[in-house]
């Protein structure tokens, strides 16, 4: 079984440093390991994955005011639920792209890569939390180098194929998100739109 499968906070965090300190003998103990994809996401991936969203919306509490916490809510809820859906999204591409590098499918193994190769961009999420630190959040480009690393391990990927399998997998993410981006953005505009609105009926 998983680490994260029994909902232990001290294997999460243990799971959290050795990804992060020891990527390479952890993606060995990874590849070993029994898991399920509810087990991942329940013990795993949606406690990090809300620490940006939550971040971003304590730090509109704290400094950009109350009248704004309604919106910046309604942003931090649909992103996280966009989130949730962008890994399991990836876990696809990563299985389904398996076969073209010499690679074998396996969904759960392609799961936990994008579970744990994420971990450092999550955790950079905390940065949105104090103004002037937002730039340091490039520090989750890390996670790139952990997909680099559990890729070939996980999926039975040759050394030789790992760096095109990894790009391969990051343009298609970007396509991806690209297009979340859009679609968040479109609901943003229209609850604006709604809000300003309704504003005017009010006060007509």
Not at 9 to 15: A, I, P
Request: charged share 10%; glycine share 12%; aromatic share 10%.
């Amino acid at each position: 079984m998983s680490v994260v499968d029994g909902g232990s906070t001290s294997n999460l965090v243990q799971r959290v440093q050795d990804i992060l300190l020891r990527p390479k003998p952890t993606w060995d103990k990874i590849d070993g390991e029994a898991a399920t994809v509810k087990g991942m996401y329940t013990g795993y991936v949606m406690i990090l994955a809300a620490i940006g969203p939550a971040c971003a919306f304590l730090k509109t509490l704290l400094f950009g005011g109350f009248i704004f916490a309604p919106f910046t809510l309604v942003g931090a809820l649909v992103g996280y639920v966009l989130g949730l859906a962008g890994v399991y999204l990836m876990a696809l591409v990563i299985d389904g792209l398996a076969p073209s590098f010499g690679g074998t499918k396996n969904p759960v193994q392609a799961f936990k890569v994008a579970a744990y190769s994420g971990t450092a961009a999550w955790l950079a999420g905390v940065f949105q939390l104090i103004p002037g630190l937002g730039m340091l959040g490039i520090v989750g480009l890390y996670s790139l180098y952990l997909l680099y690393v559990g890729l070939p391990k996980l999926m039975k990927v040759t050394e030789d194929k790992a760096i095109g399998y990894t790009l391969v997998v990051v343009v298609v993410m970007i396509v991806i998100y690209v297009v979340i981006a859009t679609v968040m953005t479109m609901i943003a505009a229209m609850g604006a739109i709604g809000a300003v609105g309704a504003a005017a009926v009010a006060y007509s």
